[in-house]
């Protein structure tokens, strides 16, 4: 048997041995599986219900000899919201660190996991400030990386090669990420707690502010996590790492599906059961606040398009990637 990260079982996780043990009473085991894992054995492989370690098996799949044998459904109980998102958290704190930018999503896993906290970003990301104030209303310790330009640069071409998909937007994300996992990794932390998933789940992008079928587009939007995952765990495989995504536990799933999709947005401003939740825990400016995407808060994605444009890119960063990419 090979297990690569973690299983949970009735909100227990549970041993490599307690694993093989369950394997050999009941090879079907698996389909009530919870946590973030990769499992092989006697012929058949298995992953968490979204596979968000990014393996090559299909995700949420019992296959044995190549055939389907069943999907992954973990046996957790149905929760209301908070107790859902703290019992996530709690199954993945342990020897972690959480990737803070300061926004509602991260900040609250920050306040729910009690963790030290990273931020990245160009000496200018506004992220910084925001990061610094959640982290020391929540009284955990909290880092600050600065990425220079030429540091950037350098990391350019290895976060390309790891990519998948080379597209400006992957890029710009991966690269972000990139410097997350590396600060992790020096800090002696494995698992980097992030706050992917949650504007898929309760309507975090700005389209979804003028989304005339709001459940559809979010089901859209959430099939392409699998895809995501894969990106961003290739880039944590850079530095031993691995991201952990509380917002994609199952328990959370089950609690924002209950949400009316009428009730993410309010005001012209989404995800607002996890602000009213935010609101208990965190100062109202943090709880409140319309982050940008990772990319834009930390400065990468400017970075990206003024290097483009010194290098003849004017109008096209995916022309840039592309010249980069055959030197590769």
Known sequence: MRLVGWVEQSG?????????????????????????????????????????????FPPGVVSCGGTERGKVVPDVPDLDLEPALRASVALRRDGGVVALSGGVDSALIAAFAGLPCVTVGMEDSPDFSWAERAAFFLGVPHRRVVIAPEEADRALPDVLRALPRKSPLDLSIALTLFFVCRAAAGMGFRRVLCGQGADELFAGYARHLVSTDLASDLRRDFATLHAQAVRDQSVARLHATSLSYPYLDTRVQRAAGRIPA???????MGKQPLRVLAARHLPAEVAGRGKKAMQYGSGIWRHLRRRARENGYKRSVQGYLDWMARGL
């Not at 009428?262 to 012209?268: A, E, N, P, S």
């Open 12 to 56: 227990e996780i549970l041993t490599e041995e307690q694993v093989a043990g369950l394997l050999r009473k009941d090879p079907l085991a698996p389909l009530g599986f919870g946590g973030e894992f990769t499992l092989e054995w006697d012929g058949c492989t298995c992953t968490d219900s979204l596979g968000v370690l990014g393996s090559p």
């Open 262 to 268: 009428g009730d993410l947005v309010t005001g012209g």
